[in-house]
Nanobody, 122 residues
């Protein structure tokens, strides 16, 4: 079955950096677009970055220039390098494979991982 295991979160001061990892299994990782999602308390999960099978990337406006996503298809792992972190980046971060429908992207699998908590202090 599909498994997504996020790791690498923690507590960091504003301006600091973290590198998140997401190890995937149970599907053809190398053939799938992968997305990173953020969920703040009481808010919906929203996509903040994505990467195609051949490495094309997308970032939402608030993360562009500060976050970088990469993937290692041999390890079925996707990464999110987070630099110049801000208190508003505090959230639980998840990954999922992506499906495209009518020019929009959606999480492909219902089985989300446990996420990894990122807390940025002032």
């Amino acid at each position: 079955q599909v498994q997504l295991v996020e790791s690498g979160g923690g507590l960091v001061q504003a301006g600091g950096s973290l590198r998140l990892s997401c190890a995937a299994s149970g599907f053809a990782f190398a053939e799938n677009d992968m997305g990173w999602y953020r969920q703040r308390p009481g808010r919906q999960r929203v996509m903040i970055a994505s990467i195609s099978p051949n490495g094309w990337t997308w970032y939402d406006g608030n993360r562009k220039g500060r976050f970088t996503t990469a993937r290692d298809n041999a390890k079925s792992t996707v990464y999110l390098q987070m630099d110049d972190l801000k208190p508003e980046d505090t959230a639980v971060y998840y990954c999922n494979a992506l499906s495209q429908y009518s020019s929009n992207w959606f999480p492909k699998y219902d089985a989300w991982g446990q996420g990894t908590q990122v807390t940025v202090s002032t």
